[in-house]
């Protein structure tokens, strides 16, 4: 005789499981069931299959990332009205905006700029991810430096730098560059790339080429006037 229970169709098991489960591990059961499906395609149509424990370090990072998400986008955020036109850099000039990110009671923060020149084209933007906790102001201060380091590996020399963190520029005292204080203009740009790293591993970066969805918020936000 057949144990009934082996004739349960998955979504009865589904269905069981969402009953049954604490949020956290029903989202656990949905990551591996997930991922042996997956590993079931790969084996059928592939001939590929993973070992085990590297199928479960697998559904542990898609669960980890996810997990992450999530923070992030239950995160306050507070909204700036942004101007209506592009202030560009002097021609044959270079302008680094930058901004952070900072979620509260998280061990991680992420910074994110972008640089364009007087014509509005992007010459790079990157993102980066931080494993520590600290202030806005901190982080802020570290988007500048993560920005001005970018911008010295690819070789161009930056001559303004805008954020909207009035402090941050205000501690800025140098002769190579001048900062400015931009409470949500180009940064529209920075703060998406910032966001963006809080849920990327380590540092990304883009150079000449950007992603499609980064271009969007580029088309948007860079109008020389």
């Known amino acids: 005789m057949v144990d009934k229970c082996c004739q ?130 901190i982080a802020k201060g570290h988007a500048m430096r993560d920005g001005l380091l970018f911008a010295a590996e690819n070789g161009w020399r930056i001559q303004m730098v805008e954020t909207d963190a009035l402090k941050v520029v205000s501690s800025v005292k140098t002769k190579c560059f001048s900062g400015l204080h931009d409470p949500g203009l180009l940064t529209g740009v920075a703060h998406t790339l910032a966001r963006f790293g809080l849920a990327n591993d380590g540092f990304s970066s883009w150079v000449e080429s950007l992603p499609s969805w980064l271009s969007s918020f580029v088309c948007t936000d860079f109008l020389p006037v």
């Open 8 to 137: 349960v169709s998955f979504n009865g098991v589904c269905l069981f499981m969402l009953e049954v489960l604490k949020p956290h591990n029903l989202e656990l059961f949905c990551v591996l069931a997930w991922s042996i499906w997956k590993d079931r395609n790969n084996l059928v149509h592939n001939d590929i299959s993973k070992p085990l424990n590297e199928l479960l370090e697998d559904a542990s990072l898609y669960l980890a990332g996810f997990q992450r998400c999530r923070v992030i986008n239950s995160a306050p955020t507070t909204k700036v009205s942004a101007p209506t036109s592009w202030s560009a850099p002097p021609t044959g000039e270079l302008k680094l905006n930058v901004d952070a990110a900072v979620v509260e009671q998280a061990d991680f923060f992420s910074t994110g700029g972008v640089i364009p020149n007087s014509n509005g084209v992007v010459l790079g933007a990157f993102c980066r991810r931080h494993f520590s906790s600290v202030s806005p102001f």
